[in-house]
């Protein structure tokens, strides 16, 4: 991928979508001073990020740290919500004093399905890509890379008041998974094709993926 061009039409979504909300009530400015812990609503409002940066940390029961990420100018916090596991913890600590858009998850209920898609699409493959992914996939295999993606994309369904379903998006097809996971179409096709084989995975009669068996994908990724 090529980051720079990448990060161009990041900001282009992203900033589109933040003028659109502005217009919208109840998105407000905010101001965090830093640094400490930034505690936020992140089930009702997402933060756009104008200045300053916020480190995102997510620790399972055993004190493991599966990833960690962080937000800057352009970037959205809670668009995305986390799926919340029992137990699991996760903290937002800023790094100094934060600027940026208070913006009501009910903003997206009349934005454009196109530009929806578009948005949760490029914040989804920041995610991937800023959580050390490209690093760790280097040292995959092809069927263990798709595992993580997958794993990872896990992480954001069922919770969101716009699709309240256990799918994965519409709009993460065999192509989309090829391009992050840098593979052809064909061989994400058939490790697609095995894992329906084993049930660990199926199909919707819209057609999104849904995952069956997300510990067979953690245990077999090291997720």
Known sequence: MNFIQFHKELFGVNSKFSE????????????????????????????LVY?????KYHISPLGKMLYDNFYT?????????????FDDYFEYTTLGNIRGLKIPLSALEAYP???????????????????????????LNL?????????IIHSFRGINPWDNT??????????I????????RTRVSYVMSELQKENVITYSKEGKIVILDIDFLHDSCGY
């Open 177 to 184: 998974l090829a391009n992050v996971a840098n593979v052809s």
């Open 166 to 175: 256990y799918s994965i998006p519409k709009y993460i097809t065999h192509e």
């Open 143 to 151: 069927k263990e890379k798709i595992y993580y993606i997958l794993s």
């Open 20 to 47: 659109y909300a502005a217009n919208h009530a109840g998105t407000q400015e905010f101001f965090f001073e830093g640094p400490g812990l930034f505690q936020v609503d992140l089930e009702k409002y997402a933060f």
């Open 113 to 139: 399905d196109d530009l929806k898609n578009e948005l949760f699409l490029r914040n989804i493959q920041r995610e991937l890509f800023w959580k050390d992914s490209a690093a760790r996939m280097l040292g």
């Open 51 to 55: 200045e300053g940066v916020v480190l």
């Open 73 to 85: 100018r352009n970037s959205f916090i809670g668009l995305l919500p986390n799926i919340f596991y």
